[in-house]
Structures are given as structure tokens and as C-alpha cells.
């Protein structure tokens, strides 16, 4: 009686577990594990690359509507209930599903992407924000946050912080900047990682290095021809920062 009833039990738990309402879909989902990597302070291209090529999905149950962003473009497709899972239907015949494992939501393997698994939000950004913006900010925090000093470089003393909304505090002349995940930004620049500094919205690409809490950032010198794509390489280091 009593192994019955345990058996019972079980099976009701697990039951409890596998099953998913539809609102349980909705939300940001961002990859937690892309971020978790480049936290350790290494190269963000790399962590990036090994951890994508997807970095959030938002999707609105309600709406039928689900869209993805990879640094480059943002996706928007037709949510569509499957059998315990999602279908997103894009423009070009391009279908993903989605299933829910546990806490994570899960884009399982098709013909144009690996898969992927995404965790939800803790602190999302709005949902009627751009899509990509609530991976961005956690990001952002994760391998930029809290203080940093300027060891070298003019401003020598000065502490910088670089905040989630992409401004920047105690780089001489500077107050915004943005790092560059995919795109025609990563194709320039190669296998180097880059960000975009700027100041009253005027600005340029830079190179970086990153080794665990010490940040070069290096001037980007172009070596390509005046009528060719720009080539950005590693010039004279500008700054040399530390965390604390």
C-alpha cells in the first residue's frame, strides 16, 4: 500500500513537472551561459561565439508572436502550438521550436541554428523594448560592471564605471559606449574584440583586450585601401584598466 501510494505520488510530481501552460512561455529568455563565460574575463568575441549564435528570445503567447536577436539582425516570427512545444515561423521558410525544460526554455536543433538554451530574465527590460536589449543590459553589467581604475593612460587615478544603458563615467571626454557582439562591427575588426566610444554622439571603434579584471582598450588603425571594407587592427594601448 504504502509503495502504491509513493508510486502515486511520484508520478504526479514528475507529471507536475513535465507539464507547461502556454503563459509559461512568455517573457525574456536571455542565454545566461554566454554571459556567465565572458564574466570570467576572457575574450568576448570567443565567449560569444561559443555560446550562440542566438542571445535572446522574447515571446508573447497571447499575441502569437515570438522574435529572436543574434547581435546582427532581430527576427520576428508567427508563434504557432505544437504538441508540448512552440513553432516559430519566419520569413524564408525558416521554422524554430521551442520547448520548455524545467526552468529553461530550449531552441532545439533545426537546419539553420544549433541548439540553444535560455534562461528567464531576472530583471528584464520592458517587453514593448527592443528585443535583445534585456541580454544586452545583463551583459553589459556582467563584464563591465562595478569600478574600475585607469592605471595607465590619460585620466591616470580617475575610477571608471561602465553602466547596463551603455553610458560611461571617467573616461576623459567620453560618455557612451557600446560593445560590439556581431555584425559588420566583428566582421572589421576580425578576431579582435571591439567597442564604440563616444561623446556628445560623436565618436569610434577601439579595440580591446580583456585578461580577468584588467581591460586594455587600444586605438583601431584601419589597414585597409580608401575604397575597401575597413580592416581594424590593434594600435597604440591608450588606456590599461583595473577592477577592484
Known amino acids: 500500500m504504502r509503495h502504491a501510494l509513493a508510486l502515486t505520488l511520484a508520478a504526479a510530481l514528475l507529471s507536475g513537472c513535465a507539464s507547461h501552460k502556454p503563459e509559461d512561455y512568455n517573457g525574456i529568455w536571455i542565454n545566461q551561459k554566454a554571459i556567465d563565460t565572458a564574466a570570467k574575463g576572457v575574450s568576448l568575441r570567443q565567449a560569444l561565439h561559443d555560446n550562440g549564435p542566438n542571445f535572446e528570445w522574447k515571446v508573447n503567447v497571447a499575441a502569437a508572436q515570438a522574435s529572436f536577436d543574434n547581435g546582427f539582425e532581430i527576427a520576428e516570427g508567427q508563434l504557432k502550438a505544437g504538441d508540448k512545444q512552440y513553432q516559430v515561423e519566419f520569413s524564408g521558410n525558416q521554422v524554430a521550436t521551442l520547448v520548455l525544460d524545467g526552468d529553461e526554455l530550449v531552441q532545439n536543433t533545426s537546419d539553420w541554428a544549433p541548439q540553444q538554451s535560455f534562461e528567464k530574465a531576472r530583471t528584464?527590460?520592458?517587453?514593448?523594448?527592443?528585443?535583445?536589449?534585456?541580454?544586452?543590459?545583463?551583459?553589459?553589467?556582467?563584464?563591465?560592471?562595478?569600478?574600475?581604475?585607469?592605471?595607465?593612460?590619460?585620466?591616470?587615478?580617475?575610477?571608471?564605471?561602465?553602466?547596463?544603458?551603455?553610458?560611461?563615467?571617467g573616461l576623459p571626454n567620453l560618455d557612451r559606449y557600446a560593445l560590439c557582439l556581431a555584425g559588420d562591427c566583428a566582421d572589421m575588426s576580425g578576431n579582435n574584440d571591439s567597442l564604440w566610444l563616444e561623446r556628445n554622439q560623436k565618436g569610434a571603434p577601439w579595440i580591446f583586450k580583456r585578461n580577468g579584471d584588467q581591460l586594455e582598450i587600444l586605438r583601431a588603425l584601419n589597414s585597409a585601401q580608401p575604397d575597401e571594407k575597413p580592416q581594424l587592427q590593434p594600435g597604440a594601448r591608450q588606456w590599461l584598466l583595473e577592477r577592484d
Open 124 to 169: 528584464p527590460a520592458p517587453m514593448g523594448a527592443r528585443t535583445g536589449t534585456t541580454f544586452e543590459q545583463a551583459l553589459y553589467n556582467a563584464y563591465l560592471g562595478g569600478e574600475w581604475k585607469i592605471v595607465e593612460g590619460p585620466g591616470q587615478g580617475a575610477l571608471v564605471h561602465f553602466r547596463d544603458n551603455g553610458s560611461v563615467e
